[in-house]
């Protein structure tokens, strides 16, 4: 099973997450609401399952910002968010 070997604060534009390495390798971003809830700490060991879970909602997390930040600029039709999101 893989152990967490780093959680690491990234800073971005108006929000802060946090990559979270298993056996020294990069895997995933979380928030800091995430990653308080989750329990995961340094040192601990996931499956392979659970990690693919973290993974899948990380970039279900970024497309859900993405399409916010890009809806707020104006309204947009499904197709234009399905095409930005393609791009992104």
């Known amino acids: 099973m893989p152990v967490i070997t780093a959680i690491n604060r990234q800073a ?3 929000r802060v997450s946090f990559r979270i390495f298993l056996d020294d390798e990069y895997a995933f971003s979380l928030s800091d609401l995430e990653l308080s809830m989750s329990g ?3 040192g601990g060991d996931l499956d392979r399952a659970e990690a693919t879970r973290f993974a899948e909602r990380a970039k279900s ?3 859900y910002g993405l399409a916010l930040r890009y809806l707020g600029i104006r309204f947009r039709s499904e197709r234009e968010l399905r095409d930005y999101l393609a791009r992104k």
């Open 12 to 14: 971005g534009r108006n």
């Open 40 to 42: 995961l700490r340094v």
């Open 61 to 63: 997390a970024k497309a």
